[in-house]
């Protein structure tokens, strides 16, 4: 949120858990843009 990368915390919160993403996000650092989709957030966060 505070970076601008997404609108609401919340909100992408929810769709990670509603999507099965929440236990599969990997530690590290990523480069995300704030024209990404959740979903396209989700699975940077989620591969390696």
Same mark, same amino acid.
């Given at each position: 949120? &505070?970076?601008?990368? $997404? ?8 769709? @990670? ?6 236990? &599969? $996000?990997?530690?590290?650092?990523? &480069? @995300? ?5 959740? &979903?396209? $957030?989700? $699975?940077? @966060?989620?591969?390696?």
């Amino acid at each position: 949120e &505070k970076a601008g990368i $997404i609108k609401s915390a919340e909100e992408f919160n929810s769709f @990670l858990t509603k999507n099965d993403y929440a236990r &599969k $996000i990997q530690v590290g650092e990523y &480069k @995300l843009y704030s024209s990404m989709t959740m &979903k396209q $957030i989700a $699975i940077v @966060l989620t591969t390696k």
